[in-house]
């Protein structure tokens, strides 16, 4: 079945340590997005990649990077992870149609940082 | 900018009730709305969406959502609820740009026997 993937599902970093999730999908999609889901909280958009165009919203802090190699794969570096970044980190993949993108969602992958 | 508001952030039901899930939303322009249900430690699953058309929207497991213009609305109902049903579940409107979805802040559903 055509999916979004991600990996770990469950990340542990220390204070400081980079960290990088990955995620991938089968869908052959042309927007992939990565959302940061605190607890207990709505997901909220860092950035999203249209094809290879990179768009990052405002008020998504630098230490938060992505990448994308390919259509297929996209993913998040996080460069100092501070203990408020600790989240469920939630990637998702849309086809642009008629004007509106429909959003599957991956599984997430929870990060712990100690 | 293009917002929802979820009315109640807990909604405690027995199996087998009736449920309605409140949310309005706020917009100058037409709007795509749609609604998610995730259950613990997973991703987002679509319920359903209304994009046009006909204002009542059917999805999956029995749910499903009208949208009323004139009250800014999109209440997501189901007709008799299971224990499986337990899942947070959140509202979300497509933004200007057609990319980002903005979520309300989502309802948790509790089903109990």
């Known amino acids: 079945d055509a999916m979004v993937i991600q990996n770990p599902r469950y990340q542990v970093t220390q204070f400081g340590k980079p960290v990088t999730l990955s995620c991938s999908q089968t869908l052959n999609h042309n927007v992939m997005y990565w959302y940061q889901q605190k607890s207990s909280q709505a997901p909220k958009l860092l950035f999203h990649?249209?094809?290879?165009?990179?768009?990052n919203e405002a008020d998504t802090p630098d230490n938060f990077q992505s990448r994308r190699p390919n259509t297929s794969f996209c993913f998040l570096d996080i460069r100092s992870p501070g203990l408020g970044d600790a989240a469920m980190y939630l990637c998702?993949?849309?086809?642009?149609?008629?004007?509106?993108?429909?959003?599957?969602f991956g599984p997430g992958t929870r990060l712990t940082v100690l | 900018a293009q917002s929802v508001t979820q009315l109640d952030s807990q909604v405690p039901v027995f199996e087998e009730a009736p449920v309605e899930l409140r949310c309005n939303y706020s917009s100058s322009v037409s709007v795509y709305l749609f609604w998610y249900v995730q259950y613990p430690n997973q991703g987002l699953q679509l319920l359903l969406k209304y994009l046009s058309g006909s204002t009542l929207v059917k999805g999956i497991n029995g749910f499903e959502a009208e949208f009323n213009k004139s009250q800014t609305s999109f209440h997501l109902r189901k007709p008799s609820v299971h224990i499986s049903d337990t899942a947070e579940y959140f509202c979300a409107v497509s933004d200007d740009s057609g990319y980002a979805l903005n979520f309300g802040k989502g309802t948790s559903l509790l089903v109990t026997p």
């Open positions: 990649y249209y094809d290879k165009d990179f768009n």
């Open positions: 998702a993949t849309s086809r642009e149609e008629r004007g509106y993108n429909e959003q599957f």
